[in-house]
């Protein structure tokens, strides 16, 4: 099992910047995926930027390739996010998840994650 606890969302102005932390802590060695989702008010959560172990894959949605960074500092047990130029369409909620997966998916499967962090609310205006 993976704890994972997110911080970092609020309110921002157009072309504002956030980054969001992802605290992980537990049996991380057993997962092979972290990274972030968001979901929409009445949507289903979609991947926002995922980083793969195996060959160093990382995976970033369309609408957000360019002004989203997600990186990884295994010493501080930290996945951060950092958003820049955000638009009031990336108003979200934002998750953070892991998981083993056997391949990454193009777009990322939410049902293929079963560790997740509670969210954090990021709002754009």
């Known amino acids: 099992h993976v704890q994972l606890v997110e911080s970092g969302g609020g309110s921002v102005q157009a072309g504002g910047s956030l980054t969001l932390s992802c605290q992980f802590h537990g049996y991380v060695y057993t997962t092979n995926a972290m990274g972030w989702f968001r979901q929409f008010p009445g949507k289903e959560r979609e991947g926002v930027a995922i980083?793969?172990?195996?060959?160093?894959?990382?995976y970033y949605d369309d609408s957000v390739e360019g002004r989203f960074t997600i990186s990884q500092d295994n010493a501080r047990n930290t996945l951060t996010l950092r958003m820049d130029s955000l638009k009031p369409e990336d108003t979200a909620m934002y998750y953070c998840?892991?998981?083993?997966?056997?391949?990454?998916?193009?777009?990322?499967?939410?049902?293929?994650?079963?560790?997740w962090g509670q969210g954090t609310q990021v709002t754009v205006s």
């Open positions: 980083k793969y172990k195996r060959g160093g894959t990382i």
């Open positions: 998840a892991a998981e083993w997966v056997r391949w990454p998916e193009i777009p990322p499967a939410p049902a293929e994650f079963g560790n």
